[in-house]
């Protein structure tokens, strides 16, 4: 899989789940076209926001603070760093990364092996300026939305960069 087959995946499951999610409720209170749209669109970035930066912490996450255990390489998930590793890093950094991905179990070694692979090939913090973007896409979406009410929106604000840390 791809980095770009990677974002089709992830729209088409996780952004478009919370999308329409969020879209269902703007179609509840308004019949406005544009504020639904808008809506829609907050979703899908903030659903795309989401996902990217669950993989961020699947591997590089501080659990104590996450509450989420960092085992997307042992669990051979196919990640956006993974991925992105396997289109960036150099070919014996790429190889090695194959050889490792092949395994039938993944020893703790093997896990830090593929994780500084993942960090020489810039997958850290390429995951996380793609989390950033997507993120900062959905605040600039609900910003622009008028919805009257200015707590609600600095609430829901703080609570995607509460989540989304990025």
């Keep these: 899989m791809s980095v770009e ?3 089709d995946m992830i729209g088409r499951k996780t952004a478009a789940l919370i999308a329409a999610s969020i879209e269902a409720g703007a179609l509840l209170a308004t019949d406005d076209d544009d504020v639904v749209a808008r809506y829609r669109r907050f979703g ?14 699947g591997i590089w996450g501080d659990e104590r603070s996450t509450g989420k255990e960092p085992t997307d390489v042992a669990r051979r998930k196919k990640t956006l760093p993974l991925l ?12 090695r990364l194959a050889e490792l991905s092949a395994l039938e179990t993944t020893a ?8 500084a692979i993942l960090d020489r090939s810039g ?14 896409d959905a605040l600039a979406e609900l910003d622009a939305i008028d919805v009257g009410d200015d707590v609600a929106r600095d609430k829901l ?3 995607i960069l509460g989540v989304i840390t990025a």
């Excluded at 703790?108 to 994780?115: H, M, Q, Y």
């Excluded at 997958?123 to 900062?136: E, F, K, L, N, V």
């Design 5 to 7: 087959l990677y974002f």
């Design 84 to 95: 992105y590793a396997f289109e960036h890093a150099g070919p014996e950094d790429r190889e």
């Design 108 to 115: 703790l070694d093997d896990v830090r092996e593929i994780v």
């Design 123 to 136: 997958a850290q913090d390429y995951t996380r300026a793609q989390a950033r973007r997507y993120r900062d």
């Design 44 to 57: 899908w970035a903030l659903g795309l926001a989401f996902q990217v930066n669950d993989d961020l912490l």
């Design 157 to 159: 604000r703080s609570i």
